[in-house]
């Protein structure tokens, strides 16, 4: 006698065919794997592109920092390079001059010049004297 039953479409372990085994079992279909895929992927960019716009706004703002940086000390370079007669103090305002070639750091405002003018003076920058001794820039021409 011939057994209806084909072998190859049997199991001991029924949760591991890709089948309903039984009438009242769910239906599975197969899952259109480029579908997944594509799903994966759009999920896998939209995630990425946010994490590189964020990295690319805080290399932003470490370029604006490190432009801050080297301002500063272009800034401290021409001012020790110019002639004072005094001992600058931390957090003391300065303001430097141009006279010429030649930079002059004075304690007087440009405001503070009497009737005689700044004297051929041209005003630079008003700065800060910070106390890892570079300058603070507070307003620059």
């Known amino acids: 006698m011939h057994n209806p039953i084909d072998k190859d479409k049997t199991t001991d372990i029924p949760g591991t065919i890709s089948y309903p085994h039984h009438v009242g079992s769910v239906v599975i279909r197969p899952e259109d794997e480029g579908k997944l895929k594509s799903r994966a992927l759009s999920a896998m960019r939209e995630q990425t592109g946010r994490q590189l716009l964020q990295i ?6 470490l ?5 801050a940086i080297r301002k500063r000390i272009e800034l401290s370079e021409r001012i020790y390079s110019a002639n004072m ?5 931390i957090g003391q305002t300065y303001h430097l ?3 010429g070639d030649i930079y002059k750091l004075l304690l007087i405002e440009p405001e503070e010049w009497g009737p005689s003018g700044s004297r051929g003076l041209e005003y630079i920058c008003s700065a800060v004297l910070l106390s890892d001794h570079t300058w603070d820039i507070l307003n620059d021409h």
């Open 56 to 61: 690319q706004k805080q290399a932003e703002l």
């Open 63 to 67: 370029a604006e920092q490190a432009k």
């Open 85 to 89: 007669s005094f001992e600058p103090f």
């Open 97 to 99: 001059y141009k006279s």
